[in-house]
């Protein structure tokens, strides 16, 4: 079942009000939050003083037993520490599900077990499963964009899908980790590159075996120094 908790916040306006959050989801049972997920509007809060619209980051995770998908949602500051935040995810995931009661334990398998460091990056990860594509390739993707223009790695900033065409067309963006949903630039990348890309699975998978396991699947693996804890 879903989660839920009531924080007390404080704008920067001085006003204090409470705030009703996520900390688990059960997508299957409550569709309408994946779908705020999808437009980007879940822990996006009014404060009622002011106007002032913000996102909250905190601490989630996110489970849709009907897709097999797991992922756990830590926080953009924690991005830098992704590697303990792997660990500690993936022996979450053990313990709750792959340990967990026989009927849940025997579906383990199935699941893709994924950590992110926003909801923008969980929506990300839910646009390109629903486009019918694996996460492990778009990396691939995002690093063959790397190697043709070095210059979109940017201090401080990662590499986001934005939209998956109708066409097969990825919309990526780079964008600063800690405001996820201002991109610094756009671009696409052709189905016909999706595809190459795909074609050569093995290839990259040999290259990049990171990308093809669970937990962190992200370019920032390779371009982040993991910080134990």
């Given amino acids: 079942m879903s989660t839920w908790f009531a924080e007390q916040l404080a704008c920067a306006c001085g006003h204090e009000f409470s705030a009703r959050l996520a900390r688990g989801i059960h997508a299957s049972r409550v569709p309408q939050v994946r779908e705020q997920i999808l437009r980007n509007e879940l822990h996006v809060i009014t404060c009622p003083g002011c106007g002032?619209?913000?996102?909250?980051?905190?601490?989630?995770?996110?489970?849709?037993?009907?897709?097999?998908?797991w992922v756990r949602v830590a926080r953009p500051d924690q991005l830098d520490a992704w590697a303990a935040v792997e660990a500690a995810s993936l022996a979450q995931f053990t313990r709750i599900v792959a340990s967990g009661a026989p009927l849940v334990a025997e579906l383990a398998a199935r699941f893709r077990v994924r950590v992110v460091f926003d909801l923008d990056e969980l929506r990300e990860r839910l646009i390109v499963w629903d486009g019918g594509l694996d996460d492990p390739v778009v990396e691939c993707v995002k690093l063959r964009c790397l190697r043709e223009r070095p210059a979109l790695a940017a201090p401080g900033h990662r590499i986001r899908v934005r939209e998956v065409a109708p066409t097969g067309d990825l919309v990526l963006a780079s964008t600063p980790a800690l405001a996820p949903k201002t991109d610094r630039a756009r671009w696409t990348v052709p189905a016909a590159v999706v595809m190459a890309v795909a074609g050569e699975r093995e290839n990259w998978r040999r290259r990049a075996p990171e990308l093809f396991a669970t937990g962190f699947v992200s370019i920032d693996r390779y371009l982040l120094d993991p910080i134990a804890g």
């Fill in 52 to 69: 002032d619209v913000a996102d909250v980051h905190r601490d989630l995770t996110y489970a849709d037993f009907d897709r097999f998908h």
